[in-house]
Structures are given as structure tokens and as C-alpha cells.
């Protein structure tokens, strides 16, 4: 079966720039999440989703980062506007609601 | 809030030695613990997930621990190969509800020398 696909794959913006990533989750999975991971570091979530309701987003930072996953498959997360600490690896994974989680390949943001 | 500690931050074998990693979590509730292996610029890749129901689970050359009481779970890895090199991240979860989410330790670089 085809995996976790993300897009862009590396993404270099200026601070105050905004930016946005796109998933597209493992077929029938109901679960997705976004995690960012900083360098050196495991990732941390910022965002569950199940199907295109929000079931927590308890640590993503609201007042620049957003995302939706209008028709419960494909996702969107967006940064608006980009700060330097943003620059980390942001991981899609999903699941079928049981724990395993399915990650990809990630986007690689770099904010100077 | 909920935490996941992991040691060592770097290890370096001897190929064919064995490696272990050590992670302890606060989190009492915590039913559901996955490794996941992670190479350089790649995706993290599940590579042994366990139970709060059982105390080992074995698959091939890799063995994860679990000690409830504790709240410490281990990574062993025998017969190592050159590669097993990678990042080596352990985490925790409350799965099987409603937010599975994981709480990942810091990660292990694990590097196994030929």
C-alpha cells in the first residue's frame, strides 16, 4: 500500500514569510497528526485529527499555526508568519485509530 | 505535564555486540509504548511497539522491556549490525482512546562500528 505522502520535501522562507505543507495519509485512515521535529530532537505533536474533526491541539502555537483537514483525508498545516525557531522537520503521520502510527517523509523548513 | 526520558543520548557498539536504551515516562496511564528507527534525513519507522498487558516482546534480533511499576521500558538489540546505525526514538502513549498521542523521548544515536 502506498504510504504517508507530504509536499513540499524542503522549504526555505524568510522570517514574517508564511508557508504552508500538505499531507496526504495511508487510504482509509481515519487518524492524522502533525508533529514537528527540531533538530536533535523527538518529535512533538502539534496536531490529531479524526476524520476532519480536531481532537487536540493542545501544543500547537495558535496564534501563527493553523491547520485543517476539510473533507477528513488530505491536510494542510500553514505557518503565517514564520519565525526563526520554526525551522524543524514538520512529520505527517496517520493512523487507523489504533496506536501504530505511519509516518512521512516530512518537510524540512528552514526560516532565515 | 507528561514526559519521556531516554538514555543514553549516544551509544557505540562493537558489531555483534548488543545495544540497550533505556526510557522511563510519568505518566501512569501510559498503556502503549512503540520504537521507532529513524536514519538520517529519513522518516521515523516503527520498529517494535508494546503493551501495558505484557512485560517483553520479542521479534528477531530486537526485544523491548517493560516494567509497569517502574514506569521504565528498555530497547535491546542483539548481534548488531553496522545497520542498526541510526537514531533510535522511544515513546508513550494513553492509545486505544480517543488522543493517542505520543510523547517521544529524546532519542538515542546509536552507532555500530564494523
Known amino acids: 500500500e502506498a504510504g504517508v505522502a507530504q509536499s513540499p520535501r524542503y522549504k526555505i522562507i524568510e522570517k514574517r514569510q508564511s508557508v504552508a505543507f500538505w499531507c496526504n495519509p495511508i487510504?482509509?485512515?481515519?487518524?492524522l497528526y502533525w508533529y514537528q521535529q527540531i533538530l536533535g530532537q523527538g518529535p512533538k505533536l502539534l496536531i490529531q485529527?479524526?476524520?476532519?474533526?480536531?481532537?487536540?491541539d493542545s501544543q500547537l502555537p495558535k496564534d501563527r499555526f493553523s491547520a485543517e483537514r476539510l473533507k477528513g483525508v488530505d491536510s494542510t498545516l500553514k505557518i503565517q508568519p514564520a519565525k526563526l525557531e520554526d525551522s524543524a522537520v514538520y512529520l505527517c503521520?496517520?493512523?487507523?485509530?489504533?496506536?501504530?502510527?505511519?509516518f512521512g517523509p516530512g518537510t524540512r523548513l528552514t526560516v532565515t | 505535564g507528561e514526559n519521556v526520558e531516554q538514555h543514553p543520548s549516544t551509544l557505540s557498539v562493537q558489531e555483534g555486540d548488543s545495544a540497550v536504551i533505556k526510557c522511563t515516562y510519568s505518566?501512569?496511564?501510559?498503556?502503549?509504548f512503540p520504537w521507532y528507527k529513524q536514519e538520517l534525513g529519513k522518516r521515523p519507522q516503527l520498529i517494535i511497539d508494546?503493551?501495558?498487558?505484557?512485560g517483553e516482546k520479542k521479534d528477531q534480533r530486537i526485544a523491548v522491556t517493560l516494567n509497569k511499576t517502574a514506569k521504565h521500558f528498555s530497547l535491546h538489540i542483539t548481534e548488531t549490525q553496522p545497520e542498526d546505525s541510526a537514531v533510535y526514538f522511544c515513546?508513550?502513549?494513553?492509545?486505544?482512546?480517543?488522543?493517542?498521542?505520543?510523547?517521544f523521548g529524546t532519542g538515542t544515536l546509536l552507532a555500530v562500528q564494523p
Open positions: 503521520a496517520s493512523s487507523l485509530g489504533t496506536s501504530e502510527q505511519y
Open positions: 487510504s482509509g485512515h481515519a487518524t
Open positions: 485529527f479524526q476524520n476532519n474533526g480536531v481532537v487536540d
Open positions: 505518566d501512569s496511564a501510559s498503556n502503549y
Open positions: 508494546i503493551r501495558s498487558n505484557v
Open positions: 515513546a508513550a502513549s494513553k492509545g486505544g482512546g480517543a488522543t493517542n498521542k505520543l510523547i
